[in-house]
């Protein structure tokens, strides 16, 4: 008897490990398989796994990106949020990007990127009369759909080779933060990633290096977590009327810790050069 129990429980253990499902496979064997697995990421509402995608330099930059994934989540749940309680506002919204696309205009930010320095201080010379009207538009479009840039992704997105280790970005067949552009790159685990354009001259002074720097970053990114979090309790609980007073609120939400942490960041640079 004692020997019959004993099997029906490791028959039922080895029935349970066996329902279990390990996480999704996301691919990264090729270029364009990193750019299906951002779009499926997006599509099975896994975007906190958005930061397998990045290449990181060594630990203290993993652990930043683990926390720039979590950030990521939560930005999707607060998008939901936002779509339940606004969705008038939020349909609206759309309409409106669509028709500022109709109008040539780029309505996210792979498409602000893939435009050229000079496409920029045209655009600008152009739309002198509304610049709050533009950044309105798409500080709202980030809080109520913070990926719509990728849901397309297979669609838009292209590589072009640069070597055997390393492709470039393309968005609409136009490189991404053109001259320098945003690249992918093979590393040892054979796996292509994505690279953050850490190395932009604009960039590159003030890059995170050290382990304390790559920490700071990483409390940016759990501040703007947290904000999030906060934001959508604030919506389900009805205490934000409307999409404006949502967008009014997360500024004054994100604005301080963000100032804060960039103090903090910058002491570093200082230290480092006294």
Not at 102 to 119: D, P, V
Not at 155 to 168: C, K, N
Not at 172 to 177: F, H, V
């Amino acid at each position: 008897m004692p020997r019959l129990l004993i099997s029906v429980l490791v028959m039922a253990s080895l029935a349970v490990v066996g329902c279990r499902r390990g996480p999704k496979e996301y691919k990264q064997d090729t270029p364009e398989a990193v750019i299906q697995s951002m779009e499926a990421m997006v599509e099975d509402g896994q975007t906190r796994r958005l930061h397998e995608l990045f290449y990181a330099e060594d630990e203290d930059m993993r652990l930043a990106l683990r926390r720039f994934g979590r950030m990521c989540g939560r930005l999707a749940e607060l998008a939901e949020a936002i779509g339940k309680a606004y969705p008038e506002e939020v349909e609206a919204l759309r309409k409106q990007t669509e028709e500022a696309a109709a109008r040539g205009e780029a309505t996210n930010i792979l498409s602000r990127f893939s435009q050229s320095a000079f496409q920029n201080r045209r655009n600008r010379n152009q739309q002198r009369s509304s610049p709050g009207d533009a950044f309105n538009l798409a500080f709202r479009q980030l809080l109520s759909n913070p990926y719509a840039s990728f849901e397309q992704a297979t669609d838009r997105l292209s590589t072009i080779p640069v070597s055997d280790e390393y492709v470039g970005l393309l968005w609409d067949d136009k490189p991404i933060l053109p001259p320098f552009g945003i690249m992918m790159r093979q590393d040892v685990d054979s796996k292509w990633y994505i690279m953050l354009p850490l190395d932009l001259p604009i960039v590159t002074k003030y890059r995170p290096r050290t382990e304390e720097q790559w920490l700071i970053a990483g409390y940016l990114m759990k501040a703007w977590e947290n904000a999030a979090v906060d934001l959508k309790a604030k919506i389900e609980a009805g205490d934000l009327r409307n999409l404006d007073e949502v967008a009014s609120e997360a500024g004054a939400m994100i604005l301080p810790p963000t100032m804060m942490i960039g103090i903090a960041y910058s002491s570093q640079f200082k230290q480092d050069g006294d």
